[in-house]
């Protein structure tokens, strides 16, 4: 998710939930809950109807992602 987060910029909760990083809505839920508590996702919320909630990666997010796509590179996934 965080490496999706870094290629995408903000996206909506329903755009993550499609790309079924975790199988439930409510572990998914959990999990974004758990980054933005650790600082790696911040959470806006859009005054609109419906309202949407769109999530970013921090600076500290990014920083994760750089390290995360270095290890990719390591273990020969790109």
Same mark, same amino acid.
């Given at each position: 998710m965080v490496l999706? +987060?870094? &290629?995408a910029g903000e996206v =909506? !909760? !329903?755009q993550l939930?499609? &790309?079924g990083f975790v199988g439930s809505r409510e572990t998914f839920s959990t999990l974004l809950k758990e980054l933005e508590k650790k600082n790696i996702v911040r959470r806006r919320l859009l005054n609109t109807r419906p309202l949407r909630v769109l999530y970013a +990666?921090? =600076?500290k997010g990014? $920083?994760?992602a750089e390290v +995360? $796509? &270095?290890l990719e590179k390591i273990l020969g996934k790109k």
């Open positions: 999706h +987060l870094r &290629k =909506s !909760y !329903y939930l499609k &790309k +990666l921090t =600076s990014n $920083e994760v +995360l $796509e &270095k």
